[in-house]
């Protein structure tokens, strides 16, 4: 059996025409280090946050659209709504305390393209 090369036809290069790759850095680059436990209690508290504003809404959507006849299980929607409205509220003053104190130790870093300029 004879293969035949398929690719004969095609050239190494398919414009024709030689590329141009420019690259430009900047000369100063500064990074902000957080510690790893305040960034991880401060993603944890968002994370909370996110599942109780979502519980919330479903609680309190269920308040709005269930039957009037309902009238015991619709004050109990109610009251869980309530409770996880005081459950938000705390967690998104808790995450803000997180995120104040892991802003409040940052360590800032310059370098320059290779070295380290201070610390």
């Not at 100063?28 to 109780?52: F, Q, R």
Request: proline share 2%; charged share 20%.
């Amino acid at each position: 059996m004879i293969q035949e090369n398929i690719n004969s036809e095609y050239s190494g290069n398919p414009t024709g025409t030689n590329f141009s790759v420019n690259v430009s850095m900047p000369e100063c680059i500064e990074i902000e280090m957080v510690n790893a436990n305040s960034l991880s209690d401060y993603e944890h508290w968002g994370k909370i946050t996110s599942v109780m504003s979502n519980l919330l809404v479903g609680f309190f959507v269920g308040y709005l659209t269930i039957d009037e006849t309902k009238t015991d299980v619709k004050q109990f929607l109610l009251c869980l709504s309530g409770l996880f409205l005081l459950f938000v509220i705390y967690s998104i003053f808790t995450a803000w305390q997180k995120r104040k104190l892991m802003k409040s130790n940052t360590k800032k870093i310059q370098m320059l393209a290779t070295e380290v300029v201070s610390e």
